[in-house]
């Protein structure tokens, strides 16, 4: 059993910052990449930053220079510093771990999303 918690979302103005926190638990081997997706109402979910298990980092054009994903592989989590907020990011956001669990089974595991929106 693998439990994905996100935290962080909420209501920002324009320019703000929020960070969202992405806490994996149970029986968890390893974790490989780790992800942020979005998605708004009608639209297909988004990548907006991923992190494989050695650090290296890829990000979404629209947010590159505003957003960093970082993780803490003591602590099971991925990171989502959002900076320079702009109402086109209001969406859910959802992790995405790549985990491999004490059983030796693989599966992407997703977080319940969390909502961020970007409004004066």
């Known amino acids: 059993q693998v439990q994905l918690v996100e935290s962080g979302g909420g209501l920002v103005q324009p320019g703000g910052s929020l960070r969202l926190s992405c806490a994996a638990s149970?029986?968890?081997?390893?974790?490989?990449?780790m992800g942020w997706y979005r998605q708004d109402p009608g639209k297909q979910r988004e990548l907006v930053a991923a992190?494989?298990?050695?650090?290296?980092?890829d990000y979404a054009d629209s947010v590159k220079g505003r957003f960093t994903i970082s993780r803490d592989n003591t602590k099971n989590t991925v990171y989502l510093q959002m900076n320079s907020l702009k109402p086109e990011d209001t969406a859910v956001y959802y992790c995405?771990?790549?985990?491999?669990?004490?059983?030796?089974?693989?599966?992407?595991?997703w977080g319940q999303g969390t909502q961020v929106t970007v409004s004066s």
């Open positions: 149970g029986s968890i081997f390893s974790i490989r990449a």
């Open positions: 995405k771990l790549g985990i491999r669990t004490m059983f030796g089974m693989s599966y992407d595991y």
């Open positions: 992190i494989t298990s050695g650090g290296s980092t």
